[in-house]
């Protein structure tokens, strides 16, 4: 031990934001049911308020060997999620989101890169919207996606004229080196979508170490709207508009976080839909007791949204020459 951390831990140098220094902050529990029994520090920077995960990358337990690569394995494994087809229509109209603010930045026909694809859905909607849409993920759920890494895949300068970045910048362990790639990647003029949580956000803070969007240890970078635009100036890129108002993830993210401060197991639900996780009465119970809090969820995220506080937020940046 040194000063109460464990020597094996990685501790981060430098705010991956602003560059600032970072401070220890807090110790929060594992979102992989697997490693439930795993805490992990997160480092925090008190200039522009983003936070590192502390532990080593892959979900290494501070007590064991490193585990499986998390993002194919438990919520992330290529498996179809319990009741899919009933969400298809709320699927549908995320998606639907999704456009209208890739059309901000591109009109169709624009070549479109969606890094971390995942199950391919939303370019397999970009393209019936009449883009020239094509994605690569780690650990690809569908056909027609290639395999590849923000760090590792290879592609042509200019190759697109906008890159979405859909909750995946939080996962690299080199934010600022995998913009630096996209960067190069884009057309002159091209521009990025990235979404990412907000650390800044009412539900950050009413979820405290169980806030759902936390995700460690799958999640290494937890940034704050000042963090992300920092890292994007710094990068090459000019900040168009950042957007807090969405109904992906937020109001769904602020019921779920109240649920783990109440008693919940982190994110059961989730993981339960997900197949990552048993059956458990008494989670079960929870979770039907507090379908009432649904619309407050949506109704409180909304305001959030309004005072730019929202639970995740969406950034548009546009290539500088």
């Not at 925090?44 to 194919?72: E, K, M, N, W, Y």
């Not at 649920?259 to 997900?274: D, E, V, Y």
């Amino acid at each position: 031990m040194l000063d109460g951390v464990p020597r094996r831990q990685h501790v981060p140098a430098r705010c991956p934001g602003c560059g600032a220094q970072l401070d220890r902050w807090r110790t929060v529990p594992s979102s992989e049911p697997r490693l439930a029994s795993a805490d992990y520090e997160l480092w925090r920077c008190g200039a522009c308020g983003t936070a590192v995960t502390g532990d080593p990358p892959g979900g290494a337990s501070p007590d064991g060997p490193p585990s499986p690569d998390l993002h194919a394995a438990g919520s992330y494994r290529r498996r179809v999620p319990h009741l899919h087809r009933l969400a298809a229509p709320v699927l549908g109209a995320f998606a639907r989101e999704r456009l209208r603010l890739l059309a901000r930045i591109g009109d169709p026909g624009a070549r479109v890169i969606d890094a971390g694809a995942g199950q391919g859905r939303f370019v397999a909607h970009a393209r019936a919207a009449g883009y020239d849409a094509w994605g690569f993920d780690p650990h690809p759920r569908a056909t027609g996606i290639a395999r590849g890494t923000l760090e590792t895949i290879e592609l042509a300068a200019g190759r697109a004229d906008a890159v979405t970045l859909w909750h995946t910048l939080e996962h690299v362990q080199d934010p600022a080196a995998a913009l630096r790639r996209v960067h190069g990647w884009l057309a002159p003029g091209g521009a990025v979508i990235v979404a990412v949580p907000n650390l800044d956000s009412w539900q950050a803070r009413a979820g405290g170490a169980r806030w759902f969007h936390l995700d460690v240890p799958r999640h290494r970078t937890h940034f704050t709207p000042a963090g992300i635009g920092r890292l994007l100036d710094r990068e090459g890129f000019t900040v168009l508009a950042v957007q807090h108002q969405l109904l992906e993830h937020n109001p769904f993210g602020l019921w779920q976080s109240v649920l783990n401060r109440i008693g919940g197991r982190p994110s059961w639900l989730f993981a339960l839909l997900k197949g990552n996780a048993h059956w458990d009465w008494a989670q079960a119970a929870l979770c039907l007791a507090a379908v009432p809090m649904v619309p407050l969820a949506i109704a409180i995220e909304a305001l959030a949204g309004a005072r730019r506080h929202g639970g995740t937020i969406v950034v548009l940046a546009r290539r500088r020459l």
